[in-house]
């Protein structure tokens, strides 16, 4: 198969298993159309659709399609009736002589033919290019246009498609979502050679197929960074939520060479929020993910390095140098580190709230699957700030939207504003005393066991959609034996060191630890995973520029 330059993304496509033809078919397009078209030469059907199939796969676009009609093995309407499945919106023409042009006046019907040309078709300026002409005209007014480069290819109540989903929509990366039951979706499968058994599928920029991929690989195949450019750092922040990518800004922005090391995407539980209205500076509120991506473009442009899916699971002390382990058996090290490892939404305790999990129980947002809660009714666990702005979020499409708390009201752990706001909305209501005993399905959510804690009495109620606010627990477990925790994991510092004057056994330096420093010099915690933090985002984003002020003195005196 012989091309020309990728730099025209569209295809014309011809096949002819003469050479002679098809060298001189390919000439003649390349003549009038090889400027704004790229032409795409192939000798056999199964060439052919093996090329169109990579086409497929690449995002590329084909706007019409040439084949003769004797070839061997698989003549010219046999190929366009399987081009169509992959090229629906292709227009299809039938190279044929004279005696075929009955095979050809039936072929409308079976593949639907949009034009047959008789061979030979000299000169091209009267007998093909006014043919191909209208042809491409038709093309370009359907809509046929390119989409994002990435695609997912799932299932709607597929949990690690809903997890491959989320991961590419917090990460800014943009992607189409194909259902596997749909025609396009059917199609994508079947250019990759997959039945559809094991989802997702995604399809990277490149045309790389992923089945069911982890997060490291599709991170690396998506254009993420995920392998450090140097072994050695003045600051290695672990976490990338608020307070992880504040740290991040002010410590490159002032000079220090700065890797931040993210689990799974940037902005935290905050990233998460579907508006955030009481954040310093944004009067009309602001989405965790408009926050979180103008932190990590404010981030890299002042030189830190951001790495997205890499799991750190350990930190020692070498000398003057903190090293950071990674799950892979690699490591970074570092003059310093700062722990911003925030905290992840406790699970619920119910029976077949995990067998649910991403087929109608989230924990989170899950802001990808709004769009699917539409004319639903919702169920959302939780009475603090970010179960009501889920609420609001979601009550704008949802038939209805009901908060199950535990306690009495929403006062003892919610935003006043917010209050007034959940008020307001007619679609949602309150359910206090109310606590989720058991959730029902086969594949999919279906039915919610409900208990008044008060009363004790149970009620079944119809349910698709729960999303699960109920409580944060620190990701600290790998530091244990290193940073001294609370008794709930979260992280001591400064003060919280030395409660009675004196500084922790194992530290050996003539003066107590800073303000936001843990027990390991030169280690520093803030954000929510420290112990009695604020737990809101203005505070995390502070306390990450004030760690970075505490390394610089820190550094100062090592």
Not at 145 to 153: G, I, L, N, Y
């Amino acid at each position: 198969m012989a091309q020309t330059s990728d730099a025209a993304r569209t295809v014309i496509m011809t096949v002819d298993d003469d050479p002679g033809v098809s060298r001189a078919v390919a000439r003649d397009l390349r003549r009038r159309y090889g400027e704004s078209y790229r032409i795409v030469r192939a000798e056999s059907g199964e060439s052919a659709l093996e090329a169109l199939r990579e086409l497929k796969l690449r995002g590329d676009l084909v706007a019409v399609i040439l084949a003769d009609y004797r070839m061997p093995q698989m003549n010219g309407i046999e190929f366009l009736e399987q081009a169509l499945d992959v090229y629906p919106g292709a227009r299809r023409v039938l190279l044929t002589a004279y005696a075929d042009t009955g095979a050809a006046i039936d072929a409308i019907n079976v593949v639907d033919l949009d034009h047959y040309l008789l061979k030979p078709w000299d000169p091209p300026e009267e007998k093909l290019y006014p043919v191909l002409d209208d042809l491409l005209e038709a093309w370009r007014c359907s809509d046929f246009r390119p989409v994002p480069s990435t695609k997912v290819v799932g299932h709607r109540w597929s949990a690690r498609s809903s997890d491959v989903r989320e991961f590419l929509a917090r990460n800014q990366v943009p992607y189409r979502w194909y259902s596997a039951d749909e025609p396009e979706g059917r199609r994508l499968l079947t250019a990759a050679g997959h039945d559809g058994q094991r989802l997702p599928l995604v399809v990277t920029p490149d045309g790389t197929p992923l089945v069911e991929p982890e997060a490291p690989e599709l991170a690396a195949r998506v254009g993420l960074a995920t392998t450090p450019a140097a072994d050695f750092y003045d600051l290695v922040v672990i976490g990338g939520g608020p307070a992880g990518l504040g740290a991040a800004v002010y410590g490159a922005s002032e000079g220090l060479r700065t890797v931040l090391v993210e689990r799974s995407a940037t902005g935290g539980q905050a990233g998460q929020s579907s508006r955030i209205e009481n954040y310093l500076g944004f009067p009309d509120g602001v989405s965790g993910a408009q926050l979180t991506d103008r932190a990590r473009r404010q981030a890299t442009k002042f030189g830190a390095e951001i790495l997205t899916a890499r799991q750190v699971t350990g930190l020692e002390v070498n000398g003057a140098a903190r090293t950071v382990r990674f799950s892979d058996g690699s490591a970074v090290a570092a003059h310093s580190v700062i722990l911003a490892t925030g905290v992840s939404y406790r699970q619920l305790d119910a029976p077949g709230c995990n067998d649910l999990t991403g087929c109608g129980v989230f924990y989170g947002s899950a802001l990808t699957e709004a769009a699917s809660c539409q004319g639903h009714d919702v169920y959302i666990v939780g009475g603090a700030n970010s179960a009501g702005q889920a609420a609001m979020y979601l009550s704008r499409g949802a038939k209805s939207v009901t908060l199950l708390v535990r306690g009495r009201d929403l006062s003892a752990s919610m935003s006043y504003y917010l209050i007034q706001q959940i008020n307001e909305a007619p679609n949602i209501s309150v359910r206090a005393h109310t606590v989720v005993e058991s959730a029902h399905g086969s594949g999919r959510l279906e039915q919610l066991t409900l208990r008044d804690t008060e009363t004790g009495e149970t009620e079944l109620v119809d349910a698709q959609w729960m999303f699960v606010f109920i409580g944060a627990a620190p990701l600290t477990d790998w530091l244990d034996g290193t940073v001294l925790r609370d008794e709930h994991g979260f992280i001591l510092a400064g003060p919280d060191l030395t409660p009675d004057g004196r500084p922790p056994a194992d530290w050996e330096l003539d003066r107590p630890p800073y303000h936001l420093e843990t027990n390991v010099p030169g280690v520093f915690v803030a954000g929510d995973a420290r112990a009695e933090s604020a737990k809101r985002v203005a505070s995390a984003v502070g306390e990450g520029a004030m760690a970075v002020m505490l390394v610089h003195r820190y550094l100062e005196q090592s």
